[in-house]
């Protein structure tokens, strides 16, 4: 699968506030989104009530199956702010958690609504906390929280430099999960957004300093290698197969099965860039996946 493959490139799109937006401080921002045009958009709480929702007489009008037509509202009180879930049929959910009718918000609290989060900024610093939310989106996936595909390959190409400097190794996993369309389709694409984001913590507990963790597209996931040899990422890819294997994944009171294919790789002589060295851990992905799934190959 090439680094420019349609189905994992990662777009991002920035709408800049206009000087009107620009007044206010108190604000929300979409940090992930599957709307073309909505990622990086602030909304201004320039009023005590904001409504979110698929009807069009709401501030912040979302698409989405799992959204309803008044899903939410954001309500000032007493000099803060609330959340309030509307009676909505999948629920709002604040740091990954359900509410259960309201809750207040604080500075940098994620508020999840159908596939969108939007982020919580607060205070008189409000201004300059969008402009470096704008600058993290460019390098952290907004649904998982860890690095993206744009960051990835701007440490893999560094490294592999560093690697070919020193004469040391660098090796790569990559690797998704096994049945991802079963899992949205059996369970709803909210459960799907659970599984990517409760396995990239399960994965990210085992990462150390040095290495880049980062979601490659969709249920693809990467991890870069420094200073270690196949025999070193093979081990590591072993741990992680059946750590996700054996953790239990529960969304809504129903646990949902959950196992990895696993392409390990390391930097060959004649690698000239990064994605050439992507490249084969891909096709190793794919070879534990016609394999059975559910295995690491290398």
Known sequence: MSEFDEKTRVTQVVQQPSPAESAGNDCVVVIYTKEPGLLGKRFVLDRNQIGIGRG?????????????????????????????????????????????????LNNSDRLKVGPTILKFLSGADAEAKYHEEIYRMTIVDGLTQIHNKRYLYEALEREVLRARRHGRPLSILMFDIDFFKRVNDQYGHLAGDYVLRELARVVQGRIRRDEVFARYGGEEFVIALPETPLEGAVSLAENLRARVAEHTFVFQGERIPVTVSIGAAVLAPDDKTATELVQRAD???YEAKRGGRNRVCH
């Open 56 to 104: 069009a007489d709401n501030v912040i009008v979302l698409d989405g199956d799992s959204v309803s037509r008044r899903h939410a509202q954001i309500e000032r009180r007493s000099n803060r702010w609330y959340v309030v879930d509307n009676g909505s049929t999948n629920g709002t959910y604040l740091n990954e958690e359900q509410i259960v009718r309201e809750a207040p």
């Open 283 to 285: 096709e190793k992905l």
